[in-house]
């Protein structure tokens, strides 16, 4: 008989919650604990809830970028103060891990970087495509080729 009192619990196949922060062109802040998204020209953030399917599909791109197995910062500058182009990520599932890193025009080209820069863009594909972020952004931000 399988003593289930010292048995582990599996992950839960989606986030319970997670914050993004990009100080690069755009600023934007994505908050899933609190449920509200923010980004350049924006005086206040809006609501935002995410689905169980915009959860599970960060999930998977969370899990598969190696996120819990990075350090807390990687590729940071020396100095205290940050730069543009710099971003963090924090997650809470079964436990909470949070990452920050800085974007420089040769670190895409490393493993981590490319996998950090890979899911953070998969969370602004999820996050974009709501109807409800969409009309809340700025026209003429033009960065990212954005409108």
């Given amino acids: ?19 993004t922060k990009s100080k690069g062109c755009p600023f934007e802040v994505i908050d899933a604990f609190k449920g509200t998204y923010r980004t350049y020209g924006m005086a206040v953030p809006i609501p935002m809830r995410l689905t169980d399917d915009e959860r599970a599909t960060i999930f998977r791109a969370v899990v598969a970028s190696g996120f819990f197995d990075l350090p807390r910062i990687v590729n940071q500058p020396e100095t205290a103060e940050r730069g543009a182009d710099t971003y963090e990520l924090a997650v809470w599932n079964v436990s909470y891990h949070a990452v920050l890193w800085r974007l420089t025009s040769d670190w895409t080209s490393t493993d981590a970087g490319s996998r950090l820069m890979k899911l953070h863009h998969t969370i602004l594909d999820v996050v974009h495509a709501r109807p409800d972020v969409a009309r809340a952004q700025p026209l003429g931000c033009g960065c990212n080729g954005r409108r």
Wanted: net charge positive; no cysteine.
């Fill in 1 to 19: 008989m399988t003593d289930l009192k010292h048995a582990t619990r599996p992950p839960k196949m989606r986030i319970s919650g997670f914050a």
